[in-house]
C-alpha cells in the first residue's frame, strides 16, 4: 500500500475545486480515507467476515465503488465458498489502475483466493449477473440522490437468496442537535489525526456539492422500496454507519 500521507488540502486554496477520485487522491488514498472515516478498518476488515455467511457457492460477490480494493482485499481474506468470484467496479481510471496493481500484489503472496475481475465503469449502466454478496462501501453518497432507489431495485434484483447487500454511508441526521453534535465529533476525529483546521474546512467544501448523505430512516425507506425485506444496522461509529439489507 502507498504510505503518502494525505496533505491535499493543506494548502489554502483560492478556489477548492470539487472533489474528484483523480490521481492526486488515489497517491493519499488509503490514508486519507483512514484518517477520515472513523471505523473504517473494522468496517472494511468485518465486511470480509459478514460476506462469508452470505456467499452462496458459485456466485458473483460485487464490491461497487471499489477504489483501491481495501473490500475486494477483505472478501478474498474471508470468504472461501465454492466457485465464488469477485467483480470490483469503479469509474475512476487512476483508481482502477492501482486496484489492479493491489490486487496483483495479493494474488503473489497468497493462494487460493478467489479468481477477481476489475471493471473500469459506472455501476449505474452495470448489468448485474446473480450475486450473494453486494458491498456498496460509501459508494452510494456519490451517486446522484435521483438515482439511488433505482440502482438498489437492479441490485435486490440480482441477490440471490441467502445473499444481501451490505451498505455503509456516511450518515445526516434529522434531528438538528444530533446532526451537530456528530458532525462536531467527526471533526475532532479528524483533528485527533493531525487534519488542520484548514484542511478540514477546505475538505468540507470540496466534497459538499458531490457527496450526498442520507439519514438512516432515508436508506431505510428506500432499500424497502428497492425491494428488501429487512434492514439492520451492524456497525455505527460517530457519524458513519453500516448496514445489512436482505433480500
Ligand atoms: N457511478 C459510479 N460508478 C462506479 N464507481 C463510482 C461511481 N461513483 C463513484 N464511484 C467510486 O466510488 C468510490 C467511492 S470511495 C469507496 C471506498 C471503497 N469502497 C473502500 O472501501 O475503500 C468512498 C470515499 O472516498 O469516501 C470512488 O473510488 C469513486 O471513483
Ligand atoms: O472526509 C470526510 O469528511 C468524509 O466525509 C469522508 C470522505 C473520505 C474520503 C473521500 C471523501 C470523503
Known amino acids: 500500500m502507498s504510505k503518502d500521507p494525505d496533505r491535499l488540502f493543506a494548502q489554502p486554496l483560492a478556489q477548492v475545486p470539487d472533489f ?20 473504517y478498518p473494522t468496517i472494511v476488515e468485518n465486511l ?8 452462496q457457492p458459485g456466485s458473483v460477490l460485487y464490491d461497487l465503488g471499489s477504489s483501491l480494493g481495501a473490500v475486494t482485499q477483505a472478501l478474498r481474506r474471508h470468504v472461501r465458498t465454492d466457485g465464488c468470484r469477485v467483480i470490483a467496479v469503479d469509474n475512476s481510471a487512476a483508481m482502477v489502475e492501482r486496484c489492479r496493481e493491489y490486487l496483483n500484489g495479493q ?11 476489475v471493471i473500469e465503469g459506472d455501476i449505474l449502466a452495470l448489468t448485474f449477473q446473480p450475486a450473494s454478496v453486494v458491498a456498496l462501501n460509501f459508494t452510494l453518497q456519490f ?10 431495485s437492479r441490485i ?35 483533528r485527533a489525526n493531525g487534519y488542520s483546521e484548514l ?21 431505510r425507506e428506500r432499500l424497502l ?7 439492520v444496522p451492524w456497525f455505527q461509529c460517530l457519524n458513519f454507519a453500516s448496514l445489512i439489507a436482505l433480500p
Do not use: C, W, Y
Open 199 to 219: 484542511e478540514i474546512a477546505q475538505k468540507r467544501s470540496a466534497i459538499e456539492n458531490v457527496m450526498k448523505p442520507d439519514s438512516l430512516e432515508e436508506h
Open 20 to 39: 474528484a477520485f483523480n490521481e492526486d487522491v488515489v497517491r493519499v488514498f488509503p490514508d486519507m480515507i483512514k484518517r477520515s472515516v472513523p471505523g
Open 225 to 231: 422500496a428497492a425491494g428488501f425485506s429487512k434492514v
Open 48 to 55: 470480509g467476515v459478514l460476506a462469508a455467511q452470505f456467499a
Open 107 to 117: 494474488d503473489s503472496m497468497f493462494q487460493e483466493l478467489l479468481p477477481v475481475e
Open 156 to 190: 435486490r434484483q440480482s441477490l440471490l437468496p441467502g445473499g444481501a447487500l451490505i451498505l455503509s454511508e456516511k450518515l445526516r441526521f434529522n434531528d438538528a442537535e444530533e446532526h451537530a453534535l456528530l458532525t462536531d465529533l467527526h471533526v475532532a476525529f479528524k
Open 143 to 152: 451517486i446522484a440522490p435521483d438515482q439511488r432507489t433505482a440502482l438498489l
